[in-house]
């Protein structure tokens, strides 16, 4: 079986950092990835790990560790427009992703 | 920019009703996928289509079947909805990229089953 863990909620105050992390069990692994989901919007992509690292875009940063079956998403100097949804996926062979259950950020001023 | 359109944003039917759910994307991308999305549960494949007339079973295809006649359009059918059913369906499309596929997702569609 699959499963990805990560916490249902995180609450922030404006132009703080925070991480959202992410644990998973799976049978196949290509990489993790990272969606956004503002509240009645489609999710959109945000990065992807193949490989153990860091990999920063802007304010945010995604970071993988396969040996440790383990990932975070680093929002850094947080906006009110930050406040979303966040879901970790695995990339499994033939194209699929598998979710996890979300993390709701809220950001407060 | 991809666009992946979704046929109703909301839909109210009736248990035991057959349901079409439409989703059209604009990329040429070879595969398609239909999620359901429940609160604490993210995003739960339901089926997937990698090719015109192919398809595979997602983690939840129970209640559900799928058509993929046309590369741009692939549809989400419910033969007879059920309550336990209604729930928020989420269409997205790929292109293959060697395990970096990202996915581009439609509004979603709320259906309601009464």
């Known amino acids: 079986g699959q499963s990805l863990e990560q916490p249902s909620e995180v609450t922030a105050v404006e132009g703080a950092i925070v991480q959202i992390n992410c644990t998973y069990q799976t049978s196949g692994f290509y990489g993790l990835s990272w969606y956004q989901q503002h509240d009645g919007g489609a999710p959109t992509f945000l990065s992807y790990n193949a490989l153990d690292g860091l990999e920063e875009t802007g304010r945010f940063s995604s970071f993988l560790s396969r040996s440790d079956s383990y990932g975070y998403l680093l929002l850094q100097e947080l906006q009110m427009k930050d406040s979303a949804s966040y879901f970790c996926a695995v990339n499994n062979a033939g194209n699929m992703l598998t979710f996890g259950g979300g993390t709701r950020l809220m950001v407060k001023p | 920019d991809v666009k992946v359109t979704q046929s109703s944003r909301y839909l109210v039917k009736r248990t035991g009703e057959k349901v079409f759910l439409e989703c059209v994307q604009d990329?040429?991308?070879?595969?398609m996928f239909w999620y359901r999305q429940d609160p604490g549960l993210g995003l739960r494949l339901i089926y997937f289509s990698y090719d015109v007339k192919m398809k595979e079973k997602g983690d939840i295809p129970e209640g559900y079947s799928v058509s993929r006649e046309k590369k741009e359009r692939f549809s989400l059918i419910l033969e007879s909805a059920s309550t336990n059913q209604t729930s928020m369906y989420l269409c997205?499309?790929?292109?293959?990229?060697?395990?970096?596929?990202?996915?581009?997702f439609g509004p979603g569609t709320r259906l309601t089953v009464l």
């Open positions: 997205a499309s790929s292109q293959p990229a060697g395990g970096t596929d990202t996915q581009y």
């Open positions: 990329m040429d991308h070879e595969n």
